[in-house]
């Protein structure tokens, strides 16, 4: 649908049929356009997504009038996959590309961005009938995303998640991006996938420090969003960090509720129009700290980053006597069963910790939105957070951080 | 508005109200996001736009809550109008930040993006309330356009063209790009501004060369939309390029006839998912030729370019029998008129032609949509056009150019 309406009303006739008279304005030579953009994608659970079986959701769905793929796949995936994924596209008569990605925070960078971009225009794939597949972990989703959305200003992709991360977040997400000036996601853009395949069965080749990365968003989502969630993790959590998530009545529950918990997220809110995001849990001082860690100190992953970002938000709504020391410690309890770290030197700098909260309101345009927890499953957001909460968290951490080393 | 849904009947209880049954599939496990973007912008023609009068545009319409503004301008047009800018920024109480762009189609690359972005990182403007102003020709509008979309993935921005181009084309449009691997605008994104500003006065002193460049644009429109502006060209238009567009009675009604057509062709298509595009006219041959002619023969601009590009698609049309003689010789005769030159070797190459019908093919996905002139102010799309129409174009030209310089 779209309609554009003119301020003056000295319109030539045959022009009328084009413009309607706008009357909100008294400025003379007035166009305002309006338009909206319809976006649909599809979010498919498939097991063993490379088996013969599933021909039908790639040829159906992802148009059958072209032959060529361009597989774009993470290094260490096509090391365990490669094979699988060769014969399943030679069986089905399509011709592939594959461009091998060596993923890293360090990578996610413009230059990567190009090394795709150039690949797809030597393949000369056609505009609107070849899509590309993106398979691997939320790094290479999000650099493969901006790539398929600036060539000629958007080509198709699908994507193909293969950590816990991708499977809860960057799978569901149309979020694209790159790190650049020394600062996380940067540079992106909103891009849906034309459809988004979960397959749990990648899991079980992910090591177990990866699974955990997982935890930390699946975690970040329930504390704001989902008691029974939250539950869920703290029952079966171990277990499933165990057997890869390859208890597969339990793994799908813990999955599919996290998607239905993001998408109710972010559906509603896909260009982010509003700035106060409940998924922003756990991703308030963590970017900047993060980016910083790999500079000095102990480098932190963003799932390492997300889960003391979480701990920190906890313990300042638990000081503010906003979330229960019951609840706290509940959270706290699950975050040390999941063998994740609540402890960074980094997250100890009122400095850093500061320094974060000046970036987040820039990006949260002129307020910190910060969301902290009220009780399991329910969140608030907050705009009133001082140097002292801070310092007081951070003094609690240090105590229990002397106390947890003896 | 937004909604998704879900394709499994066993949703447990308290998921319910998040999603729907979902009938239009026997896939299990499957989720349909679906969402709609509205866009909304304005195009507004003012007259001298930094004199006081208009502070109200700027205020009301562009955030009145910071007074901070990065200024991206053309380095030229900042020697021209740079102090009458400062002037009234000064007296409005905003703070600026200028960044002078060199701008060519040899700049317009990811360095130049990179540059800008840097910028705008190094301010670290609001996300939202800090709107970033583009002053230029269609080059610099094509960049900072991307920039913005860019950052943060996507912060606001004010068009403001400066050149007849800029005017009635890239000030109206909402695509932003950069040249990339040896092609035109093969990078970019959909994104509008949130306002546009139309001001005529820039172009007193704009070098005649360019008025004739906007005068392609014009005319392309024309020729495949709307007869009454070609007779407006023809009758007027060699008194505007003496004047620049100052007879702003004229001007005017050249320049809003331009801008209405265009935005009857953009708008209901503003995401080109529709890929038979009219204002494709005179954009099928030229990307290619105008490329390659920076690397050999003599440089073509974009304007320049196009309008081969339209002369030599009136060729063909015409000797296929769908434009008619008559009329041919009338567009033919009013390229001339403008001083706008129908000869360039590149153009008399099959080879290249026959290269950038290919080209073209790719990036409307498999079809040519060439969009032929069937009579003055109106246009078909053919997908039959053979090296034959091509060579039979070429040797008419030849000829024709061999009776021009005796």
């Known amino acids: 649908m779209s309609n554009f309406c003119r301020g003056t009303a000295h319109l030539n006739n045959d022009l009328k049929g084009i413009a309607e008279a706008f009357n909100m304005t008294n400025i003379k030579n007035l166009w305002r356009f309006k338009s909206q953009l319809s976006v649909e994608y599809e979010v498919i659970k498939i097991t063993h997504l490379f088996s013969k079986d599933w021909h039908e959701i790639f040829t159906g769905r992802t148009h059958q009038d072209s032959a060529r793929r361009l597989i774009i796949i993470d290094k260490k995936i096509d090391t365990l996959y490669g094979d699988d994924i060769r014969t399943f596209f030679d069986n089905a008569g399509i011709k592939t590309y594959f461009l091998l990605i060596e993923c890293s925070e360090k990578n996610k960078n413009i230059q990567t961005v190009i090394h795709i971009l150039q690949q797809i225009n030597d393949i000369s794939l056609l505009r609107r009938s070849e899509p590309i597949f993106a398979i691997g972990g939320g790094i290479l989703l999000d650099i493969v995303g901006l790539a398929a959305s600036l060539y000629r200003r958007g080509v198709p992709y699908i994507r193909i998640p293969t950590t816990l991360v991708g499977l809860v977040d960057a799978g569901i997400s149309v979020k694209t991006g790159i790190n650049c000036f020394q600062q996380r996601n940067r540079i992106g853009t909103y891009y849906p996938p034309i459809v988004s395949l979960i397959d749990i069965s990648f899991l079980k080749t992910l090591p177990t420090n990866e699974i955990k990365k997982g935890f930390s968003e699946i975690l970040k989502l329930a504390i704001v969003t989902d008691k029974t969630l939250f539950d869920l993790v703290d029952e079966h959590g171990l277990a499933l960090l165990e057997n890869k998530f390859q208890d597969i009545n339990i793994a799908d529950k813990i999955i599919e509720r996290s998607i239905m918990q993001m998408a109710k997220q972010l559906n509603p809110n896909l260009w982010e129009q509003n700035l106060c995001r409940l998924v922003d849990f756990g991703h308030s001082f963590s970017p900047l700290i993060e980016m910083q860690s790999h500079k000095n100190g102990i480098p932190l992953s963003h799932g390492e980053a997300v889960i003391l970002d979480v701990y920190l938000s906890c313990l300042i709504s638990k000081n503010r006597g906003i979330l229960s020391d019951k609840e706290f410690i509940k959270i706290s309890t699950l975050i040390d069963k999941l063998g994740l770290n609540k402890y960074h030197p980094l997250f100890l700098y009122l400095k850093y910790l500061q320094k974060a909260l000046?970036?987040?309101?820039?990006?949260?345009?002129?307020?910190?939105?910060?969301?902290?927890?009220?009780?399991?499953?329910?969140?608030?957001?907050?705009?009133?957070?001082?140097?002292?909460?801070?310092?007081?968290?951070?003094?609690?951490?240090?105590l229990k951080k002397r106390v947890c080393i003896k």
Do not use: C, M, W
């Open 358 to 398: 000046d970036e987040i309101i820039v990006h949260r345009n002129g307020l910190q939105n910060l969301p902290l927890p009220t009780r399991i499953g329910s969140a608030e957001f907050y705009n009133d957070i001082k140097a002292n909460d801070l310092e007081q968290a951070i003094k609690h951490t240090q």
